[in-house]
């Protein structure tokens, strides 16, 4: 037992389907009915063949379609007809009824009109097949009919039915006689008579061992039973444990769930079971609720989605703060963070809880780009250090600093963590948008040290790149003035990559090496701006050479270079990672500058160690 989700996908346009997605809440037992429509009108002349392919990840089911528009062939598809769809919605109906949201007379008409009405068309089918005296009806129809005349109280008719079964039933050994007799129980009141009944039944479960609907009659007869519910509950146990796991089991072991609260000891399959029963009846009662709190506190259990959902619906249907504990906590102890978690982190905040890492675990669960008006009780509460990771310390911080000015006292007593936070993340070379929100604000502030600019002067040029391609591992960027690519991971689609001179090529590299220069698959954008930053940076910076690169692309091809790119000029042409033919471009603009400076000696140099490229490319 556990969760299932089976996925369905049709190959045909002659028919379609309701729910593309089943899970295991769907199903009634071991059954659920699965239903399709034919489009009539989309039928063409002669055979119509489709497909239906059901598949739960680890197993794949196909069920062929064929339909024929023009004889009377019915459709091929090993699915349930519309007598079985009946049948299954009586029992839901039964269910219904037993937990009081339908009356015993709406569920007693409805029981005995369609059962009538499936016995004449059996009866039909039968004569059609077998002729007139062949016809051989299964007792249970009329045994059915009695069940809904003895739910009516009206006696006379059930007794009419019962007097006419005792011939037609010939088995009396069988599972039919012990039902009827059953029905007698229901229709007498005289403890002499209703103890020989018992008996008899008891002699022919003893026939029938393996038989649960007997069982189930005896679930309901048996004194000992009424005496000692953990009795009834250990053999219904065994029942579905075997194998049984029959809806009707499952309603009598949730009958004793409710009547009995402290049967619910342990979250086992069996337990498991049996709360999932209630999941998909809606059933929970608020002391079933509170016992299966007082379980949990108590159970260290491996995580199980239909665990929290139950848990989920208990709530739902009583909302009680202990109960709500813990969904929490059994959410956080397997470290759900989603959106769906985040609402109910929510709720205990709102609540009030006192569980420690509640506040964490909503913040790590909020999706970024929902984190915009935080709670301000959270604000207050990470306003000293925390046990947030990076990310979300960089979400927390990046939306204080952007509402700094609607919030300025929240952001001073926010100061001291985010420039602690921010030199660590610099120190470490990381950025993202959020921390690029740190960044810039303490750039265009003058807020960061001498260290810290250093570091930071790394970063400047790497922008943003979201991937639209899904089989590109790698992006690759090649720049006219460097020798080598620069190039970064693709981590869930996006990749951070520095990016100095616009006028290089951006390249998606795939698993097996085969690159693509298209600009239309991915989406760039650049996380630290300014002119102004950008010469601060450079001025403190220990790799000066993307700032020079850059510099030089913003430049006019015209255009001269003054005698403050002089420093520039020297360290391209010292620089083991620029391309000889990038210089070579700009030569002429170089030696008017070196010339003008009375720098011969750097351009003579230059000249002499590409001296084979110089004279090729005189020749």
């Known amino acids: 037992w556990g969760f299932l989700e089976i996925k369905v996908t049709t190959e045909g346009d002659f028919f379609e389907i309701n729910h593309p997605v089943i899970s295991d809440t769907d199903f009634l037992g071991r059954e659920y009915i699965w239903s399709f429509i034919i489009k009539r009108s989309a039928l063409h002349r002669g055979r119509n063949q489709g497909r239906m392919i059901f598949s739960s990840g680890r197993q794949t089911k196909e069920i062929v379609i064929r339909v024929s528009p023009d004889s009377e ?8 007809d519309h007598e079985k769809e009946e049948r299954i919605s009586l029992i839901n109906d039964y269910f219904e009824m037993r937990l009081g949201r339908v009356s015993a007379r709406d569920f007693a008409n409805r029981l005995i009109r369609i059962t009538e009405k499936e016995r004449e068309q059996e009866e039909r089918r039968q004569e059609e097949k077998e002729g007139f005296l062949a016809a051989d009806l299964s007792p249970w129809y009329h045994l059915l009919i009695v069940y809904g005349h003895v739910l009516l109280h009206e006696k006379q008719e059930a007794l009419y039915l019962i007097r006419d079964l005792k011939n037609e039933i010939e088995d009396r050994h069988s599972a039919e006689w012990a ?17 020989r009944l018992r008996e008899e039944i008891e002699k022919l479960f003893r026939l029938n061992p393996e038989d649960m609907r007997i ?46 609260p402290f049967l619910l000891s342990e979250i086992d399959s069996f337990s498991r079971l049996i709360l999932l029963f209630i999941y998909r009846k809606n059933a929970f009662t608020r002391e079933l609720g509170m016992q299966l709190t007082e379980v949990m506190i108590h159970e260290h259990l491996e995580f199980d989605p239909n665990i929290l959902r139950i848990l989920k619906r208990c709530y739902e249907t009583y909302t009680e703060n202990d109960l709500l504990e813990q969904i929490i906590l059994y959410m956080m102890n397997h470290e759900k963070y989603d959106g769906e978690s985040a609402l109910w982190y929510k709720k205990g905040i709102d609540q009030e809880l006192r569980i420690n890492g509640l506040y964490e675990a909503y913040i790590c669960s909020i999706p970024m780009e929902e984190a915009e008006n935080l709670p301000e009780e959270i604000k ?58 740190l960044y810039q604000n303490a750039l265009d502030h003058h807020l960061l040290t001498a260290e810290t600019s250093v570091q930071l002067s790394h970063l400047f040029f790497v922008n943003k790149l979201v991937v639209v391609r899904p089989q590109a591992v790698r992006v690759i960027y090649y720049s006219d003035a460097l020798k080598e690519p620069l190039m970064a991971p693709i981590v869930n689609r996006i990749a951070y990559l520095p990016v100095p001179d616009r006028n ?23 996380l630290l701006s300014g002119p102004s930053c950008a010469r601060e940076l450079k001025m403190v910076t ?10 030089l692309s913003c430049m006019n091809v015209e255009d001269g270079f003054q005698d403050t790119d002089l420093d520039n000029i020297e360290y391209l042409l010292s620089s083991e990672e620029v391309r000889p033919e990038y210089l070579k471009q700009i030569l002429p603009r170089i030696s008017i500058l070196l010339k003008r400076n009375g720098r011969e000696d750097l351009l003579n140099r230059f000249l002499w160690e590409h001296r084979e490229d110089v004279l090729e490319d005189s020749e």
Not at 225 to 252: C, Q, T, V
Not at 542 to 551: K, Q, T
């Open 73 to 80: 062939e019915r459709v091929d598809a090993g699915l349930v």
């Open 179 to 195: 039902f009827l007799l059953y029905l007698c129980t229901r229709l007498e009141s005289d403890e002499e008579y209703l103890r």
């Open 215 to 260: 069982f189930l009659m005896l679930l309901d007869l048996r004194p000992e039973y009424r005496d000692d519910p953990a009795k009834k509950l250990k053999d219904i146990r065994h029942w579905i444990m075997n194998g049984y796991r029959s809806p009707f089991l499952l309603y009598e072991g949730y009958e004793l769930y409710r009547r009995n």
């Open 380 to 437: 207050l509460f990470f306003r000293y250090p925390n046990q947030l990771n990076y990310e979300r310390k960089a979400m927390l911080y990046a939306l204080v600093v952007s509402d700094r000015i609607r919030d300025s006292r929240t952001y001073r007593e926010y100061v001291p963590s985010i420039d602690s936070f921010l030199r660590e993340q610099a120190s470490m070379q990381r950025l993202d948008e959020n921390l690029a929100i």
């Open 504 to 526: 290089g090529q951006i390249y998606l590299e795939d698993a097996d090496g085969s690159r693509y220069l298209d600009s239309n698959l991915y989406y760039m954008t650049q």
């Open 542 to 551: 220990d790799r000066p050479l993307p700032y020079i690169i850059h510099e």
